[in-house]
C-alpha cells in the first residue's frame, strides 16, 4: 500500500497576509485585554453559579477589592463548594500587559468528592469480590484495578450502575470510570483494559477506545461529520510523508524510521469521500502548524486541512 501526499502551492503574498493577519489578531487581543476586567461581585457569582451549576444558597461570601469568594451549598445533591472572582496578572515574554478577571470554581471537584463518598461502600464491596481494588492515588474520576478483561467489564459495569444513581440532571455525563491491570510491581505502567462512560451503561473495550479517539482527532481535525469505516496497518513508508517533520512527542511512540509501524484509520467525510487520518502528528510546513497526518485535502475535493 503506497500512498503520495499532494503538495500544496500557496503563493508568497497569501503567506505574508496570513503572517500580518495573526501579528494584528495578537495587538487587538492584547489591546482587549491589557488593563480591562474588574472582580465580580457577590451578586454576580451567585447569578453565575446557579446558571451554571442550578440553585444553590449562599453560607458564607467575603467581598473586597482583591477578590470575592463566595462558599455555596447545593441545593440538588447538599454538598458544599467555592466560586470565586479575582485578578490574574497577563504577562508574556516577562512584558506586562496588565491583569484580566478570572473566575473559577470547585464545584466539579466537590461533585466527585460527594458522588464518591456516597457510592464507596458499595463500589468497594464490588471490587472485592471480583478481586479488583479501587485506585486511590491516580488522576480520574474512578479508576478500578482488576486481574483481567473479564473481571474489568463485569466490575466496572456494576460500578456505572451504582454511580449512575447520582447522575442527577446528566451532571455526571461524560465522567469515565476506567480499567488497568492490577499489578503492584509496575503500577503506574500497566496495561489499559477499557472503560465505561456516563451516563451509558456500555462496556467500551480498549481497542474501540482508541477507535473513538482518532474519531474524535478526524472530526476536529477534518471534517466534523466523519464517519470511521475500517482500520489498517501499514509502515511510514505508506504514508507519503516525511519523516523529519514527524512530532517527536515523549512518552509516545512515534515513526523515526521507514519501516516503523503505522496506522491508517480510514472514514467517510461528509460529501462521501474516503480518506483516512494516522496515528501519528505532522508539522505542516505551509500553516505553520501541526495535527495528525490525513489526506484529507487531498481526497475530499476542494476541501483544505
Known amino acids: 500500500m503506497t500512498r503520495k501526499k499532494t503538495t500544496k502551492v500557496t503563493g508568497y503574498g497569501r503567506l505574508i497576509g496570513k503572517?500580518?493577519?495573526?501579528?494584528?489578531?495578537?495587538?487587538?487581543?492584547?489591546?482587549?485585554?491589557?488593563?480591562?476586567?474588574?472582580?465580580?461581585?457577590?451578586?454576580?457569582?451567585?447569578?453565575?453559579?446557579?446558571?451554571?451549576?442550578?440553585?444553590?444558597?449562599?453560607?458564607?461570601?467575603a467581598e473586597n477589592e482583591d477578590g470575592t469568594v463566595l462558599l455555596l451549598r447545593d441545593d440538588l445533591q447538599g454538598f458544599e463548594y467555592r466560586i470565586s472572582s479575582g485578578m490574574n496578572s497577563l504577562t508574556i515574554d516577562g512584558s506586562s500587559f496588565g491583569s484580566v478577571e478570572h473566575t473559577g470554581d470547585t464545584f466539579n471537584k466537590a461533585l466527585e468528592a460527594y458522588v464518591l463518598s456516597?457510592?464507596?461502600p458499595e463500589i468497594d464491596e464490588i471490587c472485592e469480590g471480583f478481586g479488583a481494588m479501587v485506585d486511590k492515588n491516580d488522576i480520574g474520576f474512578l479508576i478500578i484495578r482488576a486481574e483481567d478483561a473479564e473481571n474489568a467489564e463485569k466490575v466496572a459495569l456494576a460500578c456505572a450502575e451504582v454511580v449512575q444513581t447520582y447522575n442527577l440532571n446528566g451532571r455526571l455525563d461524560r465522567w469515565e470510570i476506567a480499567c488497568y491491570h492490577l499489578?503492584?510491581?509496575?503500577?503506574y505502567d500497566t496495561e489499559r483494559?477499557?472503560?465505561?462512560?456516563?451516563?451509558?451503561?456500555?462496556?467500551?473495550?480498549?481497542?474501540?477506545?482508541?477507535?473513538n479517539y482518532y474519531t474524535e482527532m478526524a472530526q476536529i481535525e477534518t471534517d466534523g461529520n466523519a464517519q470511521f469505516i475500517r482500520k489498517e496497518e501499514g509502515t511510514?513508508?505508506?504514508?507519503?510523508?516525511?519523516?523529519?517533520?514527524?512530532?517527536?512527542?515523549?512518552?509516545?511512540?512515534?515513526?523515526?524510521?521507514?519501516?516503523?509501524?503505522?496506522?491508517?484509520y480510514?472514514?467517510?467525510?461528509?460529501?462521501?469521500?474516503?480518506?483516512?487520518?494516522?496515528?501519528?502528528?505532522?508539522?505542516?510546513?505551509?500553516?505553520?502548524?501541526?495535527?495528525?497526518?490525513?489526506?484529507?485535502?487531498?481526497a475530499v475535493p476542494g476541501k483544505s486541512k
Open 19 to 61: 503572517m500580518l493577519f495573526s501579528c494584528v489578531l495578537i495587538v487587538m487581543m492584547l489591546a482587549a485585554l491589557s488593563g480591562c476586567g474588574r472582580v465580580k461581585t457577590a451578586d454576580e457569582l451567585y447569578k453565575e453559579a446557579v446558571r451554571m451549576h442550578g440553585e444553590c444558597e449562599i453560607i458564607s461570601q
Open 118 to 120: 456516597e457510592c464507596r
Open 183 to 187: 499489578d503492584e510491581k509496575s503500577y
Open 193 to 211: 483494559y477499557g472503560s465505561v462512560v456516563l451516563p451509558d451503561i456500555e462496556w467500551i473495550g480498549r481497542e474501540q477506545e482508541i477507535i
Open 236 to 264: 511510514f513508508a505508506d504514508t507519503g510523508a516525511e519523516l523529519r517533520r514527524v512530532e517527536s512527542i515523549l512518552g509516545t511512540d512515534y515513526p523515526d524510521e521507514m519501516s516503523d509501524p503505522v496506522t491508517f
Open 266 to 298: 480510514y472514514f467517510r467525510a461528509s460529501d462521501g469521500s474516503e480518506y483516512f487520518l494516522c496515528d501519528f502528528r505532522y508539522y505542516d510546513e505551509e500553516f505553520y502548524e501541526s495535527g495528525w497526518y490525513t489526506n484529507y485535502s487531498e
